[in-house]
């Protein structure tokens, strides 16, 4: 919502070209809501338009508004008492949360939950707030309702399987994420680059710069790439965890461990203490963005944006692509200025880990050469998942990856064969998408439990965390800033 942040509108003013934008966006997102959104678009006159703000914004991250139908207006996006009907109920807001507030006589008011104001008053960013997007103070005693996003509408991969909810409900409000782990498509990775302007070496150089080996935004158990970051973390909570759990929460960067299943222990324990900041304190899948730049990556709540991370690769490029936009990053990346690409995308001090030189050498190998092959990497992240290994999720056809697809084919019944074909991909993807993905939520322990010495990630490939990627305004918060690229360590 923040690029949205200043849009006015108010009676008397005509229509507005922005507000008509984002019907349009919803209406092109969502076919049954189309009749719906152009009906609103012909009425030549002001509406009250709070319900259409938090409608767009949560389309926007790919998450669904409320919608009951056409002819049931009333339980429909610009109404603020249909929002009731949307989502999971919660007691306390989260970050991005829908609020609905009362103040009788008729009059409701919809936004998203900010922070709190203290004193009985809540900070809610939304629209219609005095005519404005902006962040507003309201009375909790007002409060009629909060709902959060229960199960993303995650975007189906791999030979048009749709993807499992990503996001389940939990005990007292808690999230549970379920992995879906649906792959990169072409439209995906093809949306990404338009909406950047880049071309298609350009986004596979983040992809292979910023993900370990094997590469994919994926671990075999259908969970996201994550580091977890505890200074991030101690940031967040402002150091109240810092005395008894400083293996997850301290000022000072380091301490990450090992890769994989190591960093969802560690995630799930600071869950345990505060969900939206440990969640905040991971960066997330294919570009490893940043849990607290969740809005700057087009998301309500940083709950919306690992549901998403969970369901597909598609939802993690776009998110990539929402921040570079956000961060005013595009332009150099379109360019190939890497080294302007990399201060502004992995932070000042992306020299340490050549990181723009990782780029460049990404680039240079892709944009010379063949560019990943979609078909061939659907079905290297389906065998992962049914445990045979094609080495590497790179989309290049090579020995491992057909041993792996002749193992498959051995022990499924089917013939042996040189190349993929049609058959065995329809098979290696239905297979891959009955494998239960495993989860993440919170994990309570003792104070003091499973402290670790600093250091440096002990991670696939030889990659150590030495000053990672930033939000806006610097500073380290955990892209992947090791040795690797291509023809070095950690590299093909």
Same mark, same amino acid.
């Given at each position: 919502?923040?690029?949205?942040?200043?849009?006015?509108?108010?009676?008397?003013?005509?229509?507005?070209?922005?507000?008509?934008?984002?019907?349009?966006?919803?209406?092109?997102?969502?076919?049954?809501?189309?009749?719906?959104?152009?009906?609103?678009?012909?009425?030549?006159?002001?509406?009250?338009?709070?319900?259409?703000?938090?409608?767009?914004?949560?389309?926007?991250?790919?998450?669904?508004?409320?919608?009951?139908?056409?002819?049931?207006?009333?339980?429909?996006?610009?109404?603020?008492?249909?929002?009731?009907?949307?989502?999971?109920?919660?007691?306390?807001?989260?970050? @991005?949360?829908?609020?609905?507030?009362?103040?009788?006589?008729?009059?409701?008011?919809?936004?998203?939950?900010? /922070?709190?104001?203290?004193?009985?008053?809540?900070?809610?960013?939304?629209?219609?707030?005095?005519?404005?997007?902006?962040?507003?103070?309201?009375?909790?005693?007002?409060?009629?309702?909060?709902?959060?996003?229960?199960?993303?509408?995650?975007?189906?991969?791999?030979?048009?399987?749709?993807?499992?909810?990503?996001?389940?409900?939990?005990?007292?409000?808690?999230?549970?994420?379920?992995?879906?782990?649906?792959?990169?498509?072409?439209?995906?990775?093809?949306?990404?680059?338009?909406?950047?302007?880049?071309?298609?070496?350009?986004?596979?150089?983040?992809?292979?710069?910023?993900?370990?080996?094997?590469?994919?935004?994926?671990?075999?158990?259908?969970?996201?790439?994550?580091?977890?970051?505890?200074?991030?973390?101690?940031?967040?909570?402002?150091?109240?965890?810092?005395?008894?759990?400083?293996?997850?929460?301290?000022?000072?960067?380091?301490?990450?461990?090992?890769?994989?299943?190591?960093?969802?222990?560690?995630?799930?324990?600071?869950?345990?203490?505060?969900?939206?900041?440990?969640?905040? /304190?991971?960066?997330?899948?294919?570009?490893?963005?940043?849990?607290?730049?969740?809005?700057?990556?087009?998301?309500?709540?940083?709950?919306?944006?690992?549901?998403?991370?969970?369901? /597909?690769?598609?939802?993690?490029?776009?998110?990539?692509?929402?921040?570079?936009?956000?961060?005013?990053?595009?332009?150099?990346?379109?360019?190939?200025?890497?080294?302007?690409?990399?201060?502004?995308?992995?932070?000042?001090?992306?020299?340490?880990?050549?990181?723009?030189?990782?780029?460049?050498?990404?680039?240079?190998?892709?944009?010379?050469?063949?560019?990943?092959?979609?078909?061939?990497?659907?079905?290297?992240?389906?065998?992962?998942?049914?445990?045979?290994?094609?080495?590497?999720?790179?989309?290049?056809?090579?020995?491992?990856?057909?041993?792996?697809?002749?193992?498959?084919?051995?022990?499924?019944?089917?013939?042996?064969?040189?190349?993929?074909?049609?058959?065995?991909?329809?098979?290696?993807?239905?297979?891959?998408?009955?494998?239960?993905?495993?989860?993440?939520?919170?994990?309570?322990?003792?104070?003091?439990?499973?402290?670790?010495?600093?250091?440096?990630?002990?991670?696939?490939?030889?990659?150590?965390?030495?000053?990672?990627?930033?939000?806006?305004?610097?500073?380290?918060?955990?892209?992947?800033?090791?040795?690797?690229?291509? @023809?070095?360590?950690?590299?093909?």
């Amino acid at each position: 919502m923040r690029d949205i942040t200043g849009t006015h509108w108010g009676p008397g003013e005509g229509q507005s070209a922005a507000i008509g934008g984002w019907l349009k966006f919803i209406s092109s997102t969502y076919s049954d809501m189309s009749k719906y959104c152009d009906s609103v678009l012909q009425m030549q006159k002001y509406f009250e338009w709070c319900g259409l703000t938090v409608g767009y914004c949560l389309a926007k991250a790919g998450v669904r508004p409320v919608f009951a139908s056409i002819d049931n207006e009333k339980g429909d996006f610009l109404w603020a008492l249909a929002w009731l009907d949307w989502g999971e109920a919660v007691q306390t807001p989260e970050p @991005g949360d829908v609020v609905v507030f009362d103040w009788g006589h008729g009059a409701q008011h919809v936004t998203l939950f900010d /922070s709190d104001a203290g004193g009985g008053y809540w900070f809610c960013r939304g629209g219609n707030q005095s005519r404005e997007v902006k962040v507003s103070k309201f009375p909790t005693s007002n409060v009629k309702g909060i709902r959060r996003v229960a199960a993303a509408a995650a975007t189906g991969g791999g030979g048009g399987a749709a993807a499992q909810p990503a996001v389940v409900p939990g005990a007292a409000g808690a999230s549970s994420f379920v992995g879906a782990g649906a792959p990169l498509t072409e439209a995906g990775l093809a949306a990404a680059a338009q909406k950047l302007g880049a071309n298609l070496a350009s986004i596979w150089a983040i992809t292979f710069t910023e993900t370990d080996p094997p590469y994919g935004g994926f671990y075999n158990d259908k969970r996201p790439q994550i580091l977890f970051e505890r200074h991030i973390f101690s940031k967040l909570t402002k150091g109240r965890f810092d005395a008894g759990y400083p293996d997850i929460s301290n000022p000072v960067p380091g301490g990450y461990g090992a890769g994989g299943a190591n960093q969802y222990d560690r995630l799930s324990r600071a869950m345990s203490l505060d969900e939206s900041a440990a969640l905040q /304190s991971a960066s997330w899948g294919i570009g490893q963005v940043l849990g607290e730049n969740f809005s700057e990556a087009g998301f309500p709540s940083p709950q919306a944006m690992v549901a998403q991370a969970f369901a /597909s690769e598609d939802q993690q490029i776009l998110a990539v692509a929402n921040e570079i936009i956000a961060d005013k990053a595009a332009d150099a990346l379109a360019n190939q200025r890497w080294a302007d690409f990399a201060r502004i995308y992995n932070g000042p001090n992306f020299a340490d880990s050549n990181y723009d030189v990782r780029l460049g050498s990404w680039y240079e190998r892709f944009h010379s050469g063949a560019l990943p092959d979609i078909r061939t990497r659907t079905a290297q992240i389906y065998l992962m998942y049914l445990g045979f290994d094609p080495s590497e999720i790179d989309g290049s056809w090579g020995k491992r990856t057909q041993s792996a697809m002749n193992d498959y084919q051995a022990k499924k019944g089917l013939p042996n064969t040189s190349n993929l074909d049609d058959a065995t991909l329809a098979a290696i993807v239905a297979d891959g998408n009955a494998v239960k993905g495993a989860t993440l939520s919170a994990k309570p322990q003792s104070p003091g439990a499973g402290q670790a010495a600093d250091g440096g990630r002990a991670a696939a490939g030889g990659q150590l965390a030495s000053g990672g990627r930033t939000g806006p305004g610097g500073g380290p918060t955990g892209g992947l800033t090791g040795p690797g690229g291509p @023809g070095g360590p950690g590299g093909p």
